[in-house]
Each structure stands twice: as structure tokens, then as C-alpha cells.
């Protein structure tokens, strides 16, 4: 009976853009090569096309050119029905990261992984959603974030403010620039705050958080449902606004960067009132003008992750490593870095959804395999919290033995304060 | 002028006027095939079709119905010739060879290559129907082991296809007067075997890519083993049991050692009759149509058996051709010592890493 | 009213318009599902992007190519080879010059055609071989792919059947089952011929806004 809800979500997620990469789909089958639940799994259900077809079979019978005319001689595919739906959901929400990685191969360009987000939709109405996505989206809707507490923000912001001596005003009005947070940084990597105040104290920038809208995971977005997105982002908007920043700083978290900088104003409707600037940008320009100075070189074989959704699907590919060149004495590249990177394994809501982590885990070793290529890392850079903690999660997993650094907090460490030492290289003890 | 005299003139590399008028006159079309491979040594340095035609519009009498006696007056007139290989010593208007070699072509090869082909057909349904369709015994075990490669299942898929386009066509050229010509009409089969004749001549050069490769993906496991002769001694696939064999049993290794041998003496003798200009004498050519004619005919009967047994004989064999992995207890009863190889873990077992 | 001129002069007529309307209905109603404009602040150029996408896609880039070397090879073999008979053997060129577009060109010589030709074929044929052996591209395909597949073949191979061209039947045949190919096109997969600008093209656009073409 809902199926129906669920075909019209899909049909209200066709447009001009979706329309051409159904059409043009040849199955040759080449995304598999680049779909790591494929390539560990060796399973052919989970070619990343595949995954298109319940959304491609509502465009074939109810809206392609020539639909009509198909249904009437008895061509266009059957209705999608409630088990066509629930057979689908592993595939859509368990087995796609959103990483995008597929579109390289194809010969086509189709960008499968926005296909894949926008067919969301269908499971969302038809209620289908995994518990563990759903049940983070509600408290991200009634508590502001998917896994902070009301009241926990503020104790951890004063704890970090009292450990680098700086002090971090929350809900300043008037100042420049309003960051936003993962909820995994102000619970696992919450350090990443205080090197943000040595950072913007160093180059006088004017900064603050909200304690409404400090949460710049946007679950909604992951999990597909236009509805939740919109509130969330609409959260960011009026507190950007009520507050008057010019700017508002995208952390080190993905899909925060896509879902509030690109498709953020196509979902409140309206160009924002912000500029929103990945942090990544902001340091790398602010290393430019000389307005943060950095003191030593890290000599550790160090990597950089790139996040697909910063990289590959952002287009944040050389800031960061201008900034790594900046403090790294020994910096190596994976194959296929930047644009062509393969992802950490749980992006895309599949870290917040405890039914795939199986697969999740079992997917790392695509990466681990890019990673022990270049042989004797010793630090893993990465700039997106998610992917950091998948990455540590399977790290542990695989018996590896390999620290995960976020950026902003490596070039904290090696910020120029004067006759000050380097920070000391503090490593958080593993919670997990 | 009888057709048989049109073997020798066929050879001959007559202005290209004569050659159109002789190819048009309705002569056996078997020797219009080499009159064309004859015929496109000209054209090679003339350029396309188009032009080819128009400049030489040919007879409009094309069923064959000028006389004969027209024909024969321009030879007696004194009408010279050059050979496609001047290095074949000088032009023999008629050769008498050439008769001998026309009653093996078209009496011996013909009625043996057929009965041939018809006796693999009558043991495959006899087969058929005593033994019916090869079960699992064991039922499916729901388990799977990979049995070809994505390497070995795109070569076979593609000699397969290109050998049924060859296989027919030729069977067409072959028996096409025999059996066709009563039942269609000689118009129809004339538009037929030109067509056939087209295709298999532009086709052939595929085939023979595709069995070099074929031998050489397919070569290792088809090595002879002790256990092929066990396998004959018990009669292979005649009897209930199963006798055990490797990755191939002897009779899969006969029918690949048969396609090979067979293909490549196809191939060898389908260059010299697609580009007769190759040829250092006429036996070599005479030669050639009929180890084709020989080995054609063999190994189309063999495929007879390999289809039946590969696709609706034997449960489950297809699936390995298909999807790359095959029942477990299907390995076990048709692939004993093979599947205990491959249980020892997948390197051992498929012997050829998988594709990608 | 023969059968010739039927297939030569009426079907002809239609097929083609068929294929004409078809193919730019299919386009238009395709461009005009619309989309909303986009109101994130761009960082690169859109325009840019799509070029860029349309391009890059030409050659498997990431780090693919060995690993989707065969499909690029067979791809490339029948697509190219196809084009090149489509518009350069004689019979189509005086096609082409008499009923079409009033000009020729110089054609290929008969060694070249058959060269193309068998590596038309063989990429062909190798791509249907995949389709039916792989179980990636079983677990994808349809009955379309499959049609698609196979009338295109014929198309060709009926084509080469008649290179005698001393038999109007089988110039016919030819001429028959190309005008079924087109018939079929506009309602098919093989639009790809045509979507594939479309859907690299946006592709490109959305991420050339933001400065990064995958």
C-alpha cells in the first residue's frame, strides 16, 4: 500500500540530470571495478548500476519519453513493489557510501552515488529506512545532533579552551565566522577544537559556535529524506543569520561540506547569506597570506586520506596538500590519490547504520591495500572525522598499527607561537 | 562449357570483364568463391565497390541462361590468360588434375563428410535418449567453485559464436546444390550462397584469432593425464558411473585437441582459399579445399556432441560457461580429482587466476 | 507494388522519420524533465566541467584502464569500426550521395572495409560474449541489451552478406533490417548513442561548479 508513496518520492527525484544518467546507462557493468563492496565481496548484486534500478524502473514506467506508449503495448517494467523495495535496501543504504569513486570508470559519467542518495527517498517514504540511520536522524531533529547530548558541547568547548589557555566564547553575535562540528569531533577528536583556537588566534580571526546549531552532520541528508535535510541545514541558516557571520566554516566532516555548501541553498530555496569555506580552504589560504606560520617538519611517512566528499565530490584536493608540504618532511601519495581515492568504507550514512557494519569492515581492505602499497606509513592524514573513525574502527580491526591525524590538528601542532615549543604531540588514547 | 571446365578458368586471372560474365553466368558456386578471392587482387589496388561496379555494369543476363557456346568461342579465339602467381609456371587452359580433385570435393568429401556429420548426430540422440539428461546425482549442494575464468569464458563465447556463423555458412557452401537447390530453387540458393560465401570469407579471419587464442588460454589443463586412460577404459560417459578426470575429462580433451588441430588446418587452408594469389602451385590449392572440406566436416561433427553435452545434456555443465562457477557436486561427480584440487583452496583448483 | 520498392521507397521513408522524430522527441522530452537552478556559489565553471566530463570519459582515467582494459579494447573496436563502415563503404556513400545529402565522398577501398568490418565484429561480438559470460553484466542486463545487441548485429552482418552486391535480395535484407534498427532506436538503449553527451554533460556540470571533474 505504500509502495505508491514510495514511487512518487522516487518520480519527484527524476529531473533533467537524473533522466540522462538512466538513459544513458549501457550495463557494461565497469562501476563494479570501482565499488569496493564489490570488489571485496566478488558479489554482482552489488554493481553500484544495480543499485539504480528501482528508481530507473519508476522513470521507465511512469516517466521516460515514450512511457505511455510502453506500458500500453506492455513493455515498461512492473510497478515496484513493498519487497522489491525491502530486497533493495541493503543495496541502497548498506553497500553504497555515496563515494562516487564509480563515476571515473564509467564510460557514461553517470553519477551513480547522487542517483543512489536521491533513490533514498523512495525507502524513506515507504518507511524502510535501517533503525540505526533513522533513530540518529531523530535525535539530530529533537537534540540537535545525532550523538551529543544537550549540555555536552559546552563542557567539552571548556575543557579545551582551558587546555590551550584560550578562551572560546559560544553564540557570540557580530563575529566573522561560525564553525560547525562534527558530532564525532566533539566526541572522539574533540582536540580538533582547541587547535582551531591556537589556528584562529594565531591569524585574528574573529570566531564562534552555537549551541543550537553546532552539529554539521547532516543525517538527513544521508539517509535521503529532503524533509530532514532541509530542517537541518535551515538550522545552520538561521543561526548563521541570527548571529551575523560572514562565514561559516565547514569542519572536517564530509558530507557536512556537500550537504550545507552545494546543496544546502537548493534546499532552504535560497542563496545562502554566508559564504560557507571548508576548513581546509580557510588554512590553506590563510598559510597563503602568511597569517598562519608553521615551525618544524613532521618527519613520519605520513598519507592523506582524501574524503571522497571533500575531494572527489568537493573539489578540496590541493589545499590540503599544501598544507601537509607546509609541516611534513615525508610526505607520500597513495595510487589514485586525490579524485580517484578509495573511500574509508563508511561514508554516506553506512557508519551510522549498524547492520552493514560487517561489510563496512570487510570493505577496508580495498584501503588497506592502497595504504600498505607505499609500504612503512606511520601516520594517516585525513580531514573528515567520519572517515577517521571508520578508519581507526578497521585499523584496530585488521591488527594494524597506524595513527589516524586529522589536519587541522597537525598543523595546530606545528603552529609558530613564538618562543613557545611545538605543541607536544599528545595522542588520545583510543576509547575504543 | 561444362562447369567443370570453369575449375581451371576459375584460376586463372581472366580480364576482369570475363570474370564478372563467368561469376554471373551461374557456374558452381563454390568456384565463384575462389573467383572472387581471385578477382580481389585487382580490386585490392582499385578501390571499393561501388566504382567496381559502375564501371562494369556486366551482363544483364544474370540467371545463367547465355550460352555457353558464347563463352567457349572467346577461348577458342584466342582470349590469353595470366595466373594470379606468375610463379606457378605457365597458364593450362585445362587441367586434368583438376577433375580428379573435383570428384574428391564434390563426391568423396561430400557423402562421407555428411554421413559424418549425420552419424554424431544420430550417436548424440541416441545418447539422448538411453542415457537421457545427465542429473547431479547428489542434487545441488547450493555450493559453488569457480570452473572458467572471465578469460576463458569470453574466448569460448566468442570461437562459439563465430564458428556456428562459419559452421553454417559452410555447411551451406558445401551441400547447399546437394540439398538446398531441390527444395528453394536455384535462384534462391544462388542469393543464399553468395551471402554465405560473403560472410564465411569475412568471418574466417576471426575464427582463426580466436582458436589461437582458445589453444593457448585453454592448452594446460588439456595436457594428457594417466587418469584419460582410466576414463577410456570405462567407458567414459557411456555408463551410469562417473569415471573420475581432472579439470577436463579425455573426451573434453579429444574434442579440444580436435578444435585445435582442426582449426588450425581451417585456418591455413581458409587463408590459401581466401587469398589463392598465396599459393605457389595448383595442387596446393586443391589441397586446401579439401583438407577444409576434411576438417570442416570433423569438427563440425564433434560440436554436435560438445553443444548437446554442454548446454541440455548434462545438468548443470552449462552454468560453468556461464556464470564462471559450477555445484559443487557437480564438480565432484563429473570432475573428481579436479574438485578435490579446488576444495584444497581456489589457486589450485581453476589453475588460471581469474580475469580481473 | 513489389517488395523491393516497398522496402526500398515507403518503409524506407518511415523507418527514417521514425528514427528522426523519435530520437529528437526523446531528447527534447528528456531536457525538458527540467531542473531547478542551482543556488550554491560556484567555485569552478559549469560550462567548463561539462567539457571537461565529455572528454575525460573518452579514456578510462582513476586508475581503471588495466582493469577495464577489455572493455575499452572491444568498446572502442566495434564503435569505431562501426562508424567508419556507417559512413565510409561504398554502397553507404553512394547511399548517403544519391538518397540522403546529395554529396559522396571518397569511400574505402574493399580491403579496408573488410579490415573494418571484422574488427567491428569482433568487438562486437566479444562485447555480446561478456554480457552473456559475466555475472556482473548478467546480473544487469535486460531484454533491451539483448535486443539492441542483436539487431545492431544484424544489421551489420546482413550488410556484409551482401558484398557481392550482385543480389538485389540481399541488398533488401539489409536495407529491411536496418530500417527495423531504426525503428527500434528511439524506443531503446541505443539512444546511448545520443544521451551519452547528455549524461556526461551534467555529470560534469554539477562537479565543475565545484571544481573537481570525476
Known amino acids: 500500500m505504500s509502495a ?388 581507526e574502527e578497521a585499523i584496530d580491526e585488521f591488527e594494524m598499527d597506524l595513527p589516524v591525524v586529522g589536519l587541522t590538528e597537525l598543523v595546530a601542532m606545528y603552529l609558530d607561537e613564538g618562543e613557545k615549543k611545538p605543541a607536544a604531540r599528545k595522542r588520545r588514547k583510543k576509547a575504543a | 562449357m561444362s562447369h567443370r571446365d570453369g575449375i581451371a578458368i576459375m584460376l586463372l586471372n581472366a580480364p576482369r570483364k570475363n570474370v564478372v560474365r563467368l561469376a554471373r553466368a551461374g557456374a558452381v558456386f563454390l568456384v565463384a568463391a575462389l573467383v572472387i578471392c581471385a578477382a580481389a587482387t585487382p580490386s585490392l589496388s582499385e578501390g571499393g565497390l561501388a566504382p567496381h561496379l559502375s564501371t562494369n555494369p556486366g551482363p544483364a543476363n544474370t540467371l545463367g541462361g547465355q550460352s555457353s557456346a558464347d563463352y567457349w568461342r572467346q577461348i577458342r579465339q584466342g582470349q590469353s590468360f595470366t595466373l594470379v602467381n606468375p610463379q606457378m609456371g605457365p597458364p593450362v587452359l585445362v587441367q586434368s588434375e583438376g577433375q580428379d580433385w573435383r570428384i574428391f570435393r564434390n563426391e568423396t568429401i561430400k557423402r562421407y563428410g555428411g554421413y559424418l556429420i549425420l552419424a554424431m548426430l544420430a550417436a548424440t540422440i541416441l545418447f539422448a535418449a538411453l542415457r537421457g539428461r545427465v542429473r547431479i546425482e547428489g542434487g545441488r549442494s547450493g555450493r559453488t567453485i569457480p570452473r572458467f575464468s572471465q578469460t576463458e569464458r569470453t574466448i569460448h563465447w566468442f570461437v562459439a559464436a563465430v564458428f556456428i556463423m562459419l559452421g553454417v555458412s559452410g555447411l551451406v557452401l558445401l551441400f547447399g546444390r546437394t540439398i538446398l537447390v531441390p527444395v528453394i530453387g536455384k535462384t534462391a540458393h544462388g542469393a543464399l550462397a553468395s551471402a554465405m560465401l560473403q560472410g564465411h570469407n569475412l568471418l574466417g579471419p576471426l575464427f582463426i584469432i580466436g582458436i589461437l587464442a582458445m589453444a593457448v588460454v585453454y592448452f594446460k589443463d588439456n595436457l594428457p593425464r594417466s587418469a584419460d586412460i582410466a576414463w577410456f577404459f570405462k567407458g567414459g560417459p557411456l555408463f551410469k558411473w562417473h569415471v573420475p578426470s581432472w579439470k577436463y575429462n579425455a573426451g573434453e580433451k579429444i574434442w579440444f585437441w580436435s578444435a585445435v588441430i582442426g582449426g588450425i588446418a581451417l585456418s591455413g587452408s581458409g587463408i590459401l582459399m581466401e587469398f589463392p594469389w598465396l599459393a605457389q602451385n595448383l595442387q596446393q590449392l586443391q589441397l586446401a579445399t579439401i583438407v577444409h572440406g576434411i576438417a570442416a566436416t570433423i569438427v563440425i561433427g564433434f560440436a554436435v556432441g560438445h553443444i548437446y553435452l554442454g548446454t541440455i545434456g548434462v545438468e548443470g555443465a552449462l552454468e560453468g560457461m556461464t556464470q564462471g562457477q559450477v555445484d559443487e557436486n557437480w564438480a565432484q561427480e563429473h570432475h573428481h580429482l579436479w574438485a578435490d584440487a579446488a576444495s584444497d583452496g581456489p589457486s589450485a583448483a581453476s589453475e588460471t587466476a581469474p580475469a580481473e | 507494388m513489389s517488395l523491393i520498392w516497398f522496402v526500398e521507397q515507403p518503409l524506407w521513408y518511415l523507418s527514417a522519420t521514425v528514427f528522426v522524430v523519435g530520437v529528437l522527441w526523446r531528447l527534447f522530452a528528456l531536457v525538458a524533465l527540467g531542473k531547478k537552478e542551482d543556488l550554491s556559489v560556484a567555485r569552478g565553471s559549469a560550462g567548463g566541467g561539462a567539457v571537461r566530463a565529455v572528454l575525460l570519459h573518452f579514456i578510462p582515467h582513476g586508475g581503471f584502464f588495466s582493469k577495464t582494459f577489455f572493455h575499452f579494447l572491444a568498446g572502442y573496436a566495434f564503435h569505431l569500426g562501426l562508424f567508419v563502415l556507417l559512413l565510409f563503404a561504398a554502397p553507404h556513400v553512394t547511399f548517403i550521395d544519391e538518397r540522403i545529402l546529395g554529396v559522396g565522398w571518397t569511400p574505402l577501398p574493399r580491403w579496408a572495409f573488410i579490415l573494418t568490418a571484422e574488427i567491428a565484429f569482433a568487438g562486437l561480438i566479444f562485447l555480446w560474449a561478456r554480457r552473456i559470460s559475466d555475472p556482473v553484466q548478467r546480473q544487469i542486463s535486460d531484454a533491451d541489451d539483448h535486443a539492441g545487441t542483436w539487431l545492431t548485429f544484424i544489421a551489420m552482418l546482413t550488410g556484409c552478406l551482401a558484398l557481392q552486391e550482385s543480389n538485389d535480395a540481399l541488398r533488401i535484407i539489409h536495407m529491411l533490417s536496418v530500417e527495423v534498427w531504426l525503428i527500434y532506436f528511439p524506443f531503446s538503449r541505443l539512444m546511448h548513442a545520443f544521451t551519452w553527451v547528455l549524461s556526461r554533460g551534467n555529470m560534469g556540470a554539477v562537479f565543475g561548479r565545484r571544481g573537481v571533474t570525476p
Open chain 1, 4 to 391: 505508491q508513496k514510495a514511487i512518487d518520492a522516487l518520480a519527484g527525484q527524476i529531473d533533467s540530470t537524473v533522466a540522462s544518467y538512466l538513459e544513458a546507462c549501457i550495463h557494461c557493468g565497469q562501476c563494479a571495478e570501482a565499488c569496493h563492496f564489490y570488489q571485496v565481496t566478488g558479489d554482482p548484486k552489488y554493481t553500484p548500476t544495480y543499485k539504480m534500478r528501482p528508481i530507473d524502473r519508476v522513470y521507465r514506467r511512469d516517466k521516460a519519453p515514450f512511457s505511455g506508449l510502453m506500458k500500453a503495448i506492455g513493455l515498461a517494467p512492473d510497478e515496484l513493489t513493498m519487497q522489491d523495495l525491502e530486497d533493495w535496501s541493503e543495496l541502497l543504504y548498506d553497500t553504497c557510501t555515496l563515494c562516487g569513486r564509480c563515476t571515473l570508470v564509467c564510460p557514461m559519467g553517470i553519477d551513480i552515488a547522487t542517483v543512489v542518495r536521491k533513490s533514498r527517498a523512495g525507502l524513506v517514504a515507504a518507511g524502510m529506512v535501517p533503525e540505526g540511520l533513522l533513530a540518529a536522524a531523530e535525535r539530530a531533529v529533537e537534540q540537535g545532533s545525532p550523538l551529543i547530548k544537550p549540555g555536552v558541547l559546552e563542557k567539552v568547548v571548556a575543557k579545551q579552551s582551558a587546555e590551550v589557555g584560550i578562551p572560546i566564547e559560544l553564540d557570540k553575535k557580530g563575529v566573522d565566522y561560525l564553525v560547525i562540528l562534527s558530532a564525532m569531533e566533539i566526541l572522539n577528536f574533540y582536540e580538533v577544537i582547541g587547535a582551531l583556537a591556537k589556528i584562529f588566534k594565531q591569524a585574528g580571526i574573529s570566531w564562534t559556535i552555537s549551541t543550537t546549531a553546532f552539529e554539521a552532520t547532516n543525517i538527513g541528508y544521508q539517509m535521503g529524506s529532503p524533509d530532514i535535510a532541509r530542517t537541518l541545514v535551515q538550522r545552520i541558516v538561521d543561526s548563521a543569520e541570527e548571529l551575523g557571520v560572514k562565514y561559516v566554516i565547514s569542519p572536517e566532516c564530509g558530507h557536512a561540506y556537500t550537504a550545507l555548501n552545494w546543496d544546502g541553498p537548493n534546499m532552504t530555496g535560497k542563496r545562502h547569506s554566508f559564504k560557507v569555506i571548508h576548513i581546509l580552504e580557510l588554512l590553506e589560504q590563510l598559510r597563503r597570506d602568511g597569517r598562519v606560520k608553521t615551525k618544524g617538519l613532521d618527519g613520519r611517512r605520513i598519507t592523506y586520506h582524501d574524503p571522497c566528499q571533500i575531494s572527489r565530490r568537493g573539489g578540496v584536493i590541493d589545499e590540503p596538500r599544501s598544507l601537509i608540504d607546509q609541516i611534513s618532511s615525508n610526505f607520500v601519495e597513495m595510487r589514485n590519490h586525490g579524485a580517484a581515492n578509495i573511500c574509508c568504507g563508511g561514508g554516506g550514512g553506512v557508519s551510522s547504520n549498524p547492520r552493514a557494519e560487517g561489510l563496512r569492515i570487510k570493505a577496508f581492505a580495498c584501503k588497506k591495500e592502497q595504504i600498505d602499497e607505499l609500504g612503512g606509513v606511520e601516520a594517516l592524514v585525513t580531514s573528515c572525522a567520519n572517515c577517521r573513525n571508520v578508519l
